[in-house]
């Protein structure tokens, strides 16, 4: 099966694709170019919804990852303790590595 190797592992900062999409897809628009931080691979196969939603039979497979982001990074006006998060399960293909920079 294609796509059956987990890329990122717990512990990796990801960014959570902005892209658009019209076709269904399981990716809410407000974590949508947030950084979070893969917390663990839930699945290393399982079929890609954009392609299951609209019957093609041949659906390629993904891995899942839950993917934790800050509830102050998601909304901007969050009153409520700072360590307060949001688990989120996000496929390979909407996720994007980030790199690190080092001030020096």
């Known amino acids: 099966m294609e796509g059956t190797r987990a890329h990122f592992k717990p512990g990796d900062r990801v960014r959570i694709s902005s892209r658009a999409e019209r076709r269904h897809h399981r990716v809410p ?13 839930c699945h290393r196969e399982f079929a890609q919804p954009e392609e299951v939603a609209y019957g093609k039979s041949s659906a390629s497979f993904h891995p899942v990852y839950r993917v934790r982001l800050q509830q102050r990074d998601l909304w901007p006006d969050y009153e409520a303790p700072a360590h307060d998060t949001l688990d989120l399960e996000i496929f390979e293909t909407w996720l994007e590595p980030v790199r690190e920079t080092h001030r020096g």
């Open 29 to 41: 628009a407000y974590a949508k170019g947030r950084v979070g931080v893969v917390e663990r691979v």
